[in-house]
């Protein structure tokens, strides 16, 4: 049973509170309110509660949000840092099918969903650019949330990606900015929230529409139709970690409204050590190849 009538994927609890004054270098417990979300503890009662109710969460859905993961000074010190940086940006303006195949629209079939072209346009920090003092950063670096993210995904092993560039990345959506329908090529992905925007910027998504055994393009054309009735809504709250299994989920940004931009943070994990992005995605998202 979900707290507050909150949907299956969502976490709920009390908010936390602290204050980073004077802080240069921040501690989990100033960053992540451990009271409501007891990473720290996994072993424990609480801590083993909350990796049932993920893990329950993502059979369920293929998703798992926890809103108020991040205390309320964390979130406005962590969009401080991120802004701060923002002018170091990659931006990517592309348009792609709901897989990213770079197939021919005309090389494929008359009714095959990948000739709907989508549109996506964001920028990126890579993590070379992000503040060591960071909140963000400070919490992906952390054995705690790591555990966490493996316990909740039933990954044992897991760890945190190597890459120079793309380990952590702060993503920026503008007004009139989206991120498309796709589906992820990886298993898994872990996203913080750090600010909204005022209007539109929804993370949508359509909960397992695949299966290993079913590619269900008529599922995939009434989505990128609008006509769907599969399509859920996860968190917009500030703060949240966000668990998305995006494989066979396919899910979208919606294209953000208003003056203020949507901030997120991107967490890479791995199933094994030594993660690297290839040379293509290092153009494509960042524009430039990491100094060896």
């Known amino acids: 049973m979900f707290a507050y009538g909150r949907s299956p994927w969502q976490l709920a609890g009390d908010s936390g509170t602290g204050t980073l004054c004077g802080v240069s270098r921040l501690s989990l417990e100033q960053i992540v309110d451990l009271d409501r979300y007891p990473i720290h503890e996994l072993d424990g009662p609480e801590g083993q509660a909350l990796v049932a109710r993920a893990r329950t969460a993502l059979h369920a859905v293929g998703a798992c949000d926890l809103p108020g993961f991040l205390r309320p000074a964390a979130i406005t010190a962590a969009v401080e840092s991120a802004l701060s940086v923002r002018a170091k940006a990659y931006r990517t303006e592309q348009t792609h099918d709901i897989e990213f195949s770079g197939l021919a629209p005309e090389s494929l079939a008359a009714d095959d969903p990948r000739r709907t072209r989508i549109r996506s346009g964001k920028e990126g920090t890579a993590l070379d650019d992000i503040p060591a003092d960071s909140p963000v950063r400070t919490a992906y670096e952390s054995d705690e949330l790591t555990a966490f993210v493996g316990a909740a995904l039933e990954i044992d092993p897991i760890y945190r990606s190597e890459d120079p560039l793309g380990a952590l990345n702060y993503m920026y959506y ?16 872990v996203t913080l929230l750090l600010q909204g925007s005022e209007a539109g910027g929804a993370f949508e998504f359509a909960p397992m529409l695949r299966s290993a055994d079913d590619r269900n393009d008529e599922g995939v054309r009434a989505l990128l139709a609008g006509t769907s009735d599969r399509v859920q809504t996860m968190s917009g709250e500030p703060g949240t970690l966000a668990l998305f299994r995006g494989h066979w989920s396919p899910h979208r940004v919606t294209p953000v409204e208003g003056s203020q931009t949507r901030v997120n943070a991107v967490l890479s994990y791995a199933r094994a050590p030594g993660h690297r992005l290839g040379a293509e995605t290092y153009r494509l998202f960042y524009g430039r190849i990491p100094v060896a």
């Open 174 to 189: 503008a007004p009139g900015d989206e991120l498309g329908w796709h589906f992820d090529g990886a298993d898994f992905v």
